[in-house]
């Protein structure tokens, strides 16, 4: 309101008129009815036009018209020309005023137009304001909190009512899940967007760039998601090739009221399934290597019990003499010169497997080692042990010397293991192509991937394994294991 009394002040203070009316010889009757015009325009209490002394040539009560102006606040106007607001008691009471010089032609101060708005009127006009904006500031208020409690209502809705601290929660097991299974997952919406992708399935597929909010078929072009996008049919153990590895995927849709808005594949290396299912096998080879082996030791202490029965105590005798020396010189070797349980047992197995078999399985005296690091557990040393003297024990069955020769060592940074035979040896092009998957030497299906296993599993461990054809005829395969495993996950 102060503005708007400079601003009413200045415009007349400018109008030609009330500049060529201080020419007359009584302004007032020219001044008198513009003023009076102009302040029922604009709601001004009053504007008051005045001489350079302050007399007065306007005023809303035409007697005080010709007296002097009353407040002194003039002299900023005429004496320094300048135009402002200020607060003052004038005739009419105290008010707010707008202060305005006039010039003359050649610049030179002439009057004073004042325009003022009486200060009750201001205080009434404010509270009206306030109690306008009051008003609108509540009906703001009510519709924002309704609006923010039906935003609030849809959004847990949405969220399936969990608190903000619940889904950090589950975003945090969330997260550790995906990291700690061994199984490749991703996830798309129901535009083929991927929404997420664990470790997994980034190491399988060999991505190291960005994927998240990329379409799924630029990083797997033989992608079966969007048929089970468009279907909505779980399919599960569907053999496919991503990335040039063969993996076994369960691709399950997901539901929202019905509607399918996304797809989640989980998939698994093959090569980890058959590797598996191997050392299965090779647990139970195991447990049948020990069961021949009770075999044989039975059928021995049935003949040992028979001579006994038929009084043949000489050749009772014998026969336990016999028995004794063969696997004396061993069992001193495998329980004083090798101290690990684990390899303890296994060569246990072999040694009934390979008499079984009419095959002289021999431990090397200068064989010694202690207890094995934990991470070579015993499913990898079945793995690794279990297929090298099976193969060994395979290349001697139609040999004329019938010779398996294992030594284990642990001096040194390496844990070395060596199994000879006295086979026919290795040709070139098996030499070169022994340790490739589904490669073998041996007639008959599922051959060739017992040595492709044992080479993958030693070089989980970081090792190396080697085999060189023996002077004297056979294969010896080298082992070297490092005690300390680096690069654990």
Not at 257 to 275: C, H, L
């Amino acid at each position: 309101m102060g503005q708007l009394a400079l601003q009413v002040a200045t415009t007349v203070s400018l109008m030609p008129g009330i500049k060529e009316a201080f020419e007359l010889e009584d302004p007032s009757t020219v001044i008198q009815p513009i003023t009076k015009k102009i302040m029922e325009e604009v709601g001004a209490e009053f504007i008051v036009v005045g001489n350079k002394d302050s007399i007065r040539y306007s005023h809303p009560d035409d007697w005080k018209i010709g007296k002097k102006m009353v407040g002194g606040d003039n002299d900023k106007a005429l004496l320094e020309g300048k135009y402002y607001t200020s607060e003052a008691v004038g005739s009419l009471g105290p008010s707010l005023r707008g202060k305005a010089p006039i010039f003359d032609n050649e610049g030179q101060t002439i009057g004073i137009v004042s325009v003022g708005f009486m200060q009750e009127d201001v205080q009434a006009a404010l509270i009206n304001k306030l109690v306008k904006f009051g008003l609108l500031a509540v009906l703001v208020l009510v519709l924002g909190t309704f609006g923010g409690v039906l935003l609030a209502r849809n959004i847990r809705k949405d969220i399936l009512g969990l608190e903000p601290h619940e889904i950090a929660a589950l975003y945090r097991e969330r997260n550790a899940i995906l990291l700690s299974i061994k199984e490749g997952i991703i996830a798309i919406d129901d535009k083929g967007v991927i929404t997420m992708m664990n470790h997994t399935a980034r190491k399988i597929l060999g991505i190291s760039g960005k994927s998240i909010n990329q379409p799924i078929d630029l990083i797997i072009p033989n992608t079966q998601m969007y048929k089970v996008l468009e279907s909505g049919v779980f399919e599960s153990d569907q053999e496919m090739l991503l990335k040039d590895r063969v993996v076994i995927v369960n691709r399950t849709p997901i539901k929202d009221k019905g509607k399918i808005v996304g797809v989640v594949a989980s998939f698994r290396d093959k090569t980890e399934v058959a590797e598996m299912v191997n050392t299965l096998s090779e647990v139970r080879k195991y447990s049948e290597d020990l069961r021949a082996q009770t075999h044989e030791y039975t059928n021995k202490l049935y003949a040992i019990s028979g001579l006994l029965q038929l009084e043949e105590y000489d050749e009772a005798i014998e026969l336990i003499h016999s028995e004794s020396a063969l696997h004396q010189n061993q069992n001193r070797i495998l329980f004083e010169q090798i101290h690990d349980h684990k390899v303890q047992a296994i060569l246990l197995g072999k040694i009934g497997k390979a008499s079984e078999h009419k095959v002289t399985f021999q431990i090397d005296s200068t064989s010694s080692m202690g207890p094995l690091p934990k991470h070579m557990d015993i499913s990898k040393l079945i793995t690794i042990l279990g297929n090298i003297i099976d193969n060994a024990i395979e290349a001697v069955m139609k040999s004329s010397n019938r010779e398996v020769t294992f030594f284990a060592t642990d001096i040194g940074n390496d844990i070395v293991f060596e199994v000879a035979d006295t086979g026919n040896g290795i040709d070139f092009e098996s030499h070169v192509n022994i340790f490739e998957k589904g490669y073998s030497t041996k007639s008959g299906q599922n051959r060739g991937y017992g040595l492709a296993i044992v080479k993958q599993v030693v070089e989980e461990l970081n090792g190396s394994i080697e085999l060189q054809n023996k002077h004297d005829g056979g294969v010896a395969f080298s082992i070297f294991i490092p005690k300390q495993l680096k690069n654990v996950i």
